[in-house]
């Protein structure tokens, strides 16, 4: 027999300012199975809970009812509540009282009420069929995969590994570093990036808990939490690493040259190149697209010059399968292709208007101007140069909604160096908002202005060349006046977006990603590192735009995340998964495909009916350690033999039948 | 090829020339051009600043009618006209309501089967083997600063026949009648028409900027695609030399005169005598 205790929650006025709590109590006491029913102001609060438990014990209760705020957020606290009371976790149901009602019905209160006493009955009809659960076990395999070596995949990388597991770090490019490694210096402090990204990228080289993969891809990923297989796909690099010293003679004398990604275009690199000088691992991989040799058959400079025979132009790519039981995304950020975008800016082709990327390459003392503030166009050092913000940002129209996060912060770095590398200099900073919200953010803005930066509130309407120099048009929204100013270089700080090829990282993890792109977090408040598969966690700009020290936070939150998983032997998984009733399953497998995790497949049993001679039957099985519990098999079952464990046919019929009789 | 013609309000009028141009430029590449019997006022301006539903209503009926006369496209050489009818013929596409309510006021339902197109966008679509077959009278590599002002290609998703920010049909145009086409910022900034009356000196700065930047790009002239524009920068350089001191002389002709010139038409076809600063190409 259920002895069924309901608590309304009055979660202080969100629900309580609404709906009359008492009088919900009141009349759901009278609910069949009910034995108890009463309110209390926050039910998830240490008297709540008490209130539960005390309950639970004086009136022998054996099922609970919390009516309160969705379920997302506070379910599992109170199956926690349901443990410490002696009772299994699994026999509380939630009336969501406050997102379906309150919120939602605050101008009609009378209705409201009714509704939530429907949602409280229904609640208590299912509550009165819930059958104790438990999960299985399963086992984990302590290594994890790093998708990524920026600074958000070093960071997590490192701290997973100093915790004692095995990292498997896979970068796609040929050298660690990410964007980080193309920046100059950092705000708000202003250190030098390299001083602090390379000695990392270094650490993670030589962890000897961390396998490293450059110049590679994560192919396909299996399994599911505490046992993934990754097949990892490592690139040609026409380059025996374990024969190759990095000295260099081939990269001198190599005769192609090629506009650099990592200088972002700024400057050149050869066909058989590291991207910087710091590179990690320091050894060249051949560029097949552009490298004389793969195009004509002849050159073979590298080889012939290589001292240890390195040069290997017949190398083909492998796959290597690792075994893992977690996996930290840290795929990063690229920047919105504004030239395709911005017609009045010039759709690219002024050499003179560039992007903060490419900016950062020309201060930085290792790029391809030695740190000399030089426009590409003739190498003159500019006099008047103009920052435009929100390029892509904040522009609906053109490019994403939200607001890039880093922009404010590094175009008023920029602007200071401009200040301090070329003396004399006028800068100009165009601006919709300055929005600086950190440490010590404020006040460096406040230095830049202090020391000269000009920001002038408004957009920037064209930028037009006129003979040798750039005219830059836009609006004083302060002094209502339209502004024009004679620019030699014009740095746009363009919109972040989820790096290239984020949306075949999303499929492949089976995660999700947001309307943007990045990838979704399971909470945005309470659970920012973790995901909706169960084993998938977040670092770094992949998930947002965010600069180095929320990154390192962010990278070093999943890093924590990862260990304690890590640290268990075994795993308990969710039991609200489905489960087959093998004598109603006819084998037909209809919902083999349906199965969005494919956690089916077909197994056969021997069975003996009467005195029939034993036979054998093929039926479904699920793999619960790849079950999300969605339902859609059960769905598809035509003859009810799959159901999901906590939503059950009986259940959710009994549910409808309160909700709707 | 036949089209239907809707010429409007100012080349009956200040922009006369545009018309001989257009038909002249026209009769020479066999284009057969039908003008609208009983056409009226586009509803450019002042209509659509005051009310919406007049301003479609007035450019329905010019559809309607083209329509019914059943001689293809409407194309239309005046940038505003263009937009006025080409923007009508859109909203009329896209909401029923407000299509039946149009065609009750006007007696004329427009059903979307001609479509809008600006002389321009006719012209740049033609064969270039064809265009360049008429030319009997190169211009020479004579500079010309290819203007289309505000309203000619924008918006995109009324216009869309060129790009909105650097827009290019008139450029190739010239090019094939050997002018050089300078490249320069100010091909869609206004020129302030509009507030010539109400507000005279601004006005008169954004044309002596236009000419400025214009000059410095190193043509020899502009060439445009709108009435207004046209009279805009042309009679308003001595007013402007003598509010900035400056000298312009810059002739402002309508890309149907260029062209027409390079076709070897008569200056008196062209109408190339009523312009206020005079274009001589060679002089
Ligand atoms: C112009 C500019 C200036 C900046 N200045 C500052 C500053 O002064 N201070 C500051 O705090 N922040 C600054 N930032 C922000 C900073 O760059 C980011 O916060 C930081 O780089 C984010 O690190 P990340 O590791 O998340 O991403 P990334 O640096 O983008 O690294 C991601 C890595 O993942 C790799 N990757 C991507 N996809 C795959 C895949 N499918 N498989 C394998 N590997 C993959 C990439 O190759 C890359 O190496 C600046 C940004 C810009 C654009
Ligand atoms: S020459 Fe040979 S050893 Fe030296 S960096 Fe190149 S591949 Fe390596
Ligand atoms: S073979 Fe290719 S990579 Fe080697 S030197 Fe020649 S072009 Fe450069």
Redesign the pocket.
């Known amino acids: 027999m259920p002895r069924t205790g309901v608590f309304v929650c009055w979660c202080g006025s969100n629900i309580g300012g609404v709906v009359d709590c008492p009088g919900l109590a009141a009349e759901a006491a009278r609910l069949p199975g009910v034995v108890i029913s009463v309110d209390e102001k926050y039910m998830c609060s240490a008297p709540g809970q008490n209130k539960i438990i005390e309950a639970v014990r004086e009136h022998r209760l054996n099922r609970v009812v919390v009516a309160s705020c969705s379920p997302r957020l506070h379910e599992e606290t109170f199956r926690k509540v349901l443990a410490r009371a002696g009772l299994n976790p699994y026999l509380v149901e939630m009336a969501n009282i406050r997102e379906h009602c309150t919120w939602v019905h605050g101008p009609e209160p009378e209705r409201a009420r009714v509704k939530a006493l429907s949602l409280i009955r229904r609640a208590a009809a299912k509550a009165n069929r819930l059958q104790p659960l438990s999960g299985s076990r399963i086992p984990v395999t302590r290594r994890c995969l790093v ?7 070093l960071q997590a990388a490192l701290d997973v590994a100093d915790a004692g597991h095995e990292v498997v770090l ?4 040929p050298t ?5 490694a193309k ?1 100059d ?3 708000p402090t202003l250190d030098c ?1 390299a001083c602090i990204n390379t000695p990392k990228m270094v650490s993670a080289a030589s962890h000897p808990n961390i396998r490293l993969y450059t110049w590679a ?2 192919e396909s990923l299996t399994g599911y939490i505490g046992n993934f297989e990754a097949a990892i796909r490592q690139k040609a690099r026409y380059v025996d690493h374990e024969k190759c010293t990095g000295c260099g003679i081939c990269w001198e004398k190599c005769p192609t040259r090629v506009p650099s990604e990592f200088d972002a275009g700024m400057g050149d690199r050869k066909a058989i190149y590291i991207p910087f000088p710091q590179a990690v691992p320091n050894k060249p991989v051949i560029d097949r697209e552009h490298c004389r040799y793969f195009k004509t058959g002849k050159c073979r400079i590298c080889q012939k010059l290589c001292p240890t025979g390195a040069v290997d132009y017949e190398q083909e790519e492998e796959t290597a399968v690792e075994k893992v039981g977690a996996v930290v995304a ?6 919105f292709d504004w030239a395709g975008a911005y017609g009045e800016y010039g759709y690219g082709k002024y050499p003179d208007v560039i ?3 490419q ?2 390459r020309l201060v930085n003392a290792a790029g391809p101007t030695g740190g000399k503030v030089r426009r590409p166009s003739d190498g003159a050092v500019p006099q008047t140069v103009v920052f435009v913000k929100c390029v892509g940002s904040r522009d609906e129209a053109k490019g994403r909604a939200y607001c890039s996060r ?1 922009c404010c ?2 175009t008023a ?1 920029h602007a200071l160096q401009v200040l301090e590398k070329v003396p004399g200099a006028r800068v100009f900073v165009f601006y919709m908002d300055v929005r600086t919200a950190g440490k010590g953010y404020e006040e460096f803005y406040q230095r830049a202005v202090r020391e000269g930066a000009v920001y002038v509130r408004g957009r920037v309407s064209k930028i037009y060349r006129d003979g040798g120099r750039l005219v830059v048009k836009g609006a004083d929204t302060l002094l209502g006046r339209p502004v024009e100013v004679d620019a030699d270089l014009v740095v746009l700080a363009t919109a ?1 977006e989820p ?1 290239a ?2 949306a ?2 999303v499929r492949l993890l089976g995660v999700n990603a947001d309307q943007d792109g990045f990838f979704q977090e399971a909470h945005p408040k309470l659970r920012p590192v973790e995901t909706h598969t169960g084993g998938v966690f977040l ?4 998930q947002a735009p ?6 390192v936070a962010q990278a070093g939150g999943a890093a924590a995340k990862v260990a304690g998983l890590l640290s268990r032997p075994e795993l308990v998984t969710s039991p609200m998964v489905s489960s087959v009733n093998e004598a109603l399953c006819s084998g037909c497998l209809l919902c083999v495909p349906v199965c969005p995790y494919r956690a089916l497949e077909a197994g056969v049993i021997t069975e003996r009916i009467n005195h029939h001679p034993a036979r054998e039957r093929v039926v479904v099985k699920v793999n619960t350690g790849l079950c999300q519990g969605c339902g859609a098999c059960n769905a598809a079952c035509r003859s009810g033999a799959v159901e999901v464990r906590g939503f059950t046919n009986e259940q959710i019929l009994a549910e409808l039948e309160a909700l709707c009789l | 090829m036949n089209y239907t013609y809707y010429a409007g309000c100012s080349l009956h009028a200040t922009g006369r020339e545009f018309d001989l141009s257009a038909r002249a430029v026209c009769g020479r590449l066999g284009i057969g051009l039908a003008e609208i019997p009983d056409w009226n006022c586009c509803g450019a301006s002042p209509a659509h600043s005051t009310s919406h539903l007049l301003a479609v209503a007035l450019s329905a009926r010019n559809l309607a009618l083209a329509e019914a006369q059943g001689a293809g496209d409407i194309v239309v050489p005046c940038a505003a006209c263009y937009q006025r009818l080409a923007v009508a013929r859109k909203e009329l596409g896209e909401d029923p309501g407000l299509r039946e309510q149009v065609a009750r006021i006007t007696g004329r339902d427009y059903a979307g089967r001609a479509g809008v197109r600006s002389l321009l966008e006719v012209l740049g679509g033609l064969d270039t083997e064809h265009l360049k077959a008429q030319v009997t009278r190169p211009l020479g590599g004579l500079k010309a600063a290819c203007y289309y002002g505000c309203l000619l290609v924008r918006p995109p998703a009324v216009t869309g026949f060129d790009d909105p920010e650097d827009p290019r049909s008139m450029d190739d145009l010239v090019r094939l009648a050997g002018a050089e086409p300078v490249p320069w910022g100010y091909k869609t900034e206004c020129c302030g028409a509009a507030h010539g009356v109400a507000n005279e000196p601004v006005t008169l700065k954004l044309v002596r900027d236009i000419l400025e930047v214009a000059r410095r790009a190193g043509a020899d002239c502009l060439v445009c695609a709108c009435p207004l524009c046209q009279n805009n920068l042309d009679a308003r350089q001595e007013h402007v030399n003598r509010v900035f001191g400056t000298d312009f002389g810059l002739p402002v002709l309508y890309f149907t005169q260029l062209l027409g010139w390079a076709f070897g038409l008569s200056d008196r076809d062209l109408g190339l005598d009523k312009l206020f600063v005079k274009f001589r190409p060679g002089v």
């Open positions: 998708i990524g070596g920026g600074i958000a995949g896979v970068e796609r490019e660690l570093g990410g964007n980080m920046l210096k950092t705000f990036s891809e994560v840290a795929t990063g950020f690229s920047l992007t903060g990327l900016f950062e880093i912060m590094y770095k972040v790096a090829g984020a075949a990282v670092a770094g700009a992949c965010r600069d180095i020290p929320d990154t």
